[in-house]
């Protein structure tokens, strides 16, 4: 039960990561936010861009199997109720200084979040299959931070044109996931859990990269009972990795796979 919650745990935090990236109301989308970014380095050499989002940015209330995304495989991922955010997120790459792009992302792993707000209120999380099944579904309230490193993909952007890494991929990161207390519902095969968390600290890798693949590790404290998560622990237990793949591979401008 303690690793389940965690694996929904960590999906959780990574959606609601990405909802705030695409937000355009006060997410990271937002034009406010987009306008204020603050480039730093000179151009042609290497240097960051960053986004501040401060809370609350809320995001919802989202109504009962509101569609956040679909993928490849016809697979959306639906949600419900609010999630609260407020952090930066910071992109490493070539200063060009120019308006637009102000930074170049030249490796796969250039952006970083650092949400240090992240605030669940009856946030419900389930992906509906192709078919129609919901393999399993959680319910959060609770308070949190997590700093994500998400994997872009490269563009394919043609020929002579410079090597920049900026399709969103689900690879990524998840790294000091903290929760000091919460509470989670989980529903799988037909059965209804809920419990307690207290002291939850996690680390994930979601897909495949750089010599990390598929894993959870961490600890948590469900209805006062500590659970340990052994490193190299499978985040997904049916992860395969052409399926992982062929789930992101029709994003327009990809060039291709995410390299494990």
């Known amino acids: 039960l303690g690793t389940g919650a965690a694996r929904l745990l960590v999906k959780s935090f990574a ?3 990405s909802a705030a990236n695409g937000n355009a109301m006060c997410g990271f989308a937002a034009p406010a936010v987009l306008g204020a970014g603050m480039v730093a380095g000179a151009p042609g050499g290497p240097g960051t861009l960053t986004f501040t989002v ?4 809320a995001i ?21 109720g609010t999630v609260t955010v407020g952090g930066t997120k910071v992109v490493r790459g070539i200063v060009t200084g120019m308006a637009n792009p102000p930074i170049l992302p ?11 707000t992240m605030n669940f209120n009856t946030f419900e999380l389930y992906d509906q299959l192709l078919d129609g099944g919901t393999p399993s579904r959680s319910t959060i309230t609770g308070n949190g931070s997590v700093v994500v490193q998400p994997v872009a993909g490269q563009s394919d952007a043609g020929a002579g044109a410079p ?13 000091g996931l903290t ?8 529903v799988s095969d037909g059965n209804t859990f809920n ?10 890798f979601n897909g495949s990269h750089g010599g990390r693949t598929n894993s959870l590790s961490g600890s948590l404290t469900v209805d006062g009972q500590p659970v340990m998560i052994a490193p190299n622990t499978p985040l997904d237990p049916a992860f395969n990795q052409a399926t992982f793949n062929a789930s992101y591979v029709c994003a327009p401008g990809l060039l291709g796979p995410v390299a494990p």
């Open 195 to 204: 419990v307690d968390l207290t002291n939850v600290s996690l680390n994930a």
């Open 163 to 175: 090597i920049v890494y900026t399709i969103t991929t689900p690879v990524a990161g998840i790294e």
């Open 54 to 57: 401060n809370p609350p940015c």
């Open 179 to 186: 929760m000091a207390t919460g509470n989670i519902t989980l």
């Open 60 to 80: 919802g209330p989202l109504p009962a199997g509101f569609t956040l995304a679909q993928n490849c495989l016809g697979t959306q991922t639906k949600a419900s």
């Open 15 to 17: 959606t609601a990561t």
């Open 106 to 116: 030249v490796s796969p792993d250039a952006g970083t979040f650092n949400l240090t």
